[in-house]
Structures are given as structure tokens and as C-alpha cells.
């Protein structure tokens, strides 16, 4: 089965860090560029950045809003994705998943882990 | 940016009726190398991880049932359930994955009326 765990999410203070894991199983790991979008509570969803396959350079991309604060990395060799998260802010509170970054779309997607920014 | 944008932010059809959502992309999200519109559809239902149904715009991902169906051309797509069954209640999103930084639409509640 084609899975995706998320793990590490917790309450910070503000301007803390955190880093989040997702465990992958079921595909080939090394092969696949991965995201990660979060959500809010009670909001929409948010693309947050993604690392393309060492094969293709590994470069990372992320979005304006976590840019200079979040990292994005990978260990194939335990089929695992990262985030790492510093200075947080309040409006990183939010559910954070990982998700495959595929021609056919985001797929599959776990089920998230919580981070809470709060003082 | 790439701006999805969605219509309505809520829908309320009755059991067995159509649910038709729009999504309007800023810009085009073809990929001309093979002519495929870079735009999905998820389902999110309460308490879930969202759920992919639709890539290139009007492929239907495994599993997905035949009441669903996607479609649209250049800045303007359309998810269609006929048929609407209790358990389609959920929030739909657009999204865009042409380019980064890939951008989803706000969301469309359904609801039963």
C-alpha cells in the first residue's frame, strides 16, 4: 500500500522551531518529488514547498510566505521527508501534510500532524 | 502566482440532483509538451486528509466513482457530480500544479438541501 505518515507536529512558542518527518512506504521513495501543504484550522489549503528527486537536481521550491524559515529535505535511504520549521510565527499554525508531487497530481496524502504556534 | 479561483464557496443540492463547481485559473495551466491541463480536483471530508479525484483536468483517479467526472479548457474547468449521494459531502478544491507555487482554489463546501 502506497502510504505516507506525518509526525513531529506539537505547540511551539513563537520564533521557535520544529521539525516535521513523513515516513514513506509503498513506492519508490527516491523517485519522487515531494510536497508539503498545510491547512489551517478552518481554512483552505496551502502549498508550502516541495524537493524534487536527487536524479533531477533535489532542488527545493517553496512559497513566499515560509521562504528563508523552512527547509525541505530528504533521506532516501530511509524514505524519509522533512521540514524543518524556525522562527515560527502564529499563522504557521496549521495541519501539515506530505503528499507525492506527481504528473497526476498530489497523491497519496497522510494524515497530517498538527504544529500550533502559540505563546 | 497562478490565482484559482472557485464558484461557489458553498452549494446546497438535494439527493440524487447535480452539484456543478467552477474553478478559473489566472493563467493557463497547459503544458504544451503534452497537451495536458496541469489542474486536479480533491475531495476533503470533515476530519480527513483531502483525497485526489481528478488530474489533467478530466482523468478520474482510481477508484473514484463514475458520477464524478471533470472537464474544462483553457482558464475554466468544471467538477460534476450526477447523482449526489449523502457521502459526497465535503469541501472540493481546485488546484493548479503547472507551475510552482502551485496554487489551490478556496474551496467549495457541498451540502445536502
Known amino acids: 500500500e502506497v502510504q505516507v505518515v506525518e509526525s513531529g507536529g506539537g505547540l511551539v512558542k513563537p520564533g521557535g522551531s520544529l521539525r516535521l518527518s513523513c515516513a514513506a512506504s509503498?513506492?519508490?521513495?527516491?523517485?519522487?518529488?515531494m510536497s508539503w501543504v498545510r491547512q489551517a484550522p478552518g481554512k483552505g489549503l496551502e502549498w508550502v514547498g516541495r524537493?524534487?528527486?536527487?536524479?533531477?537536481?533535489?532542488?527545493?521550491d517553496y512559497a513566499a510566505p515560509v521562504k528563508g524559515r523552512f527547509t525541505i529535505s530528504r533521506d532516501d535511504s530511509k524514505s524519509t521527508l522533512f521540514l524543518q520549521m524556525n522562527n515560527l510565527k502564529i499563522e504557521d499554525t496549521a495541519v501539515y501534510y506530505c503528499t507525492t508531487d506527481t504528473d497526476e497530481g498530489f497523491d497519496p496524502w497522510g494524515q497530517g500532524t498538527l504544529v500550533t504556534v502559540s505563546s | 502566482d497562478i490565482v484559482m479561483t472557485q464558484s461557489p464557496d458553498s452549494l446546497a443540492v438535494s439527493l440524487g440532483e447535480r452539484a456543478t463547481i467552477n474553478c478559473k485559473s489566472s493563467?493557463?495551466?497547459?503544458?504544451?509538451?503534452?497537451?495536458?491541463?496541469?489542474l486536479a480536483w480533491y475531495q476533503q471530508k470533515p476530519g480527513q486528509p483531502p483525497k485526489l479525484l481528478f488530474y489533467?483536468?478530466?482523468t478520474r483517479d482510481s477508484g473514484v466513482p463514475d458520477r464524478f467526472s471533470g472537464s474544462g479548457s483553457g482558464t475554466d474547468f468544471t467538477l460534476t457530480i450526477s447523482g449526489l449521494q449523502a457521502e459526497d459531502v465535503a469541501v472540493y478544491y481546485c488546484q493548479q500544479y503547472y507551475t510552482t507555487p502551485y496554487t489551490f482554489g478556496q474551496g467549495t463546501k457541498l451540502e445536502i438541501k
Open positions: 524537493i524534487k528527486r536527487k536524479s533531477d537536481g533535489g532542488t527545493t
Open positions: 489533467w483536468a478530466s
Open positions: 509503498g513506492f519508490t521513495f527516491g523517485n519522487a518529488w
Open positions: 493563467q493557463s495551466v497547459l503544458y504544451s509538451s503534452n497537451n495536458k491541463y496541469y
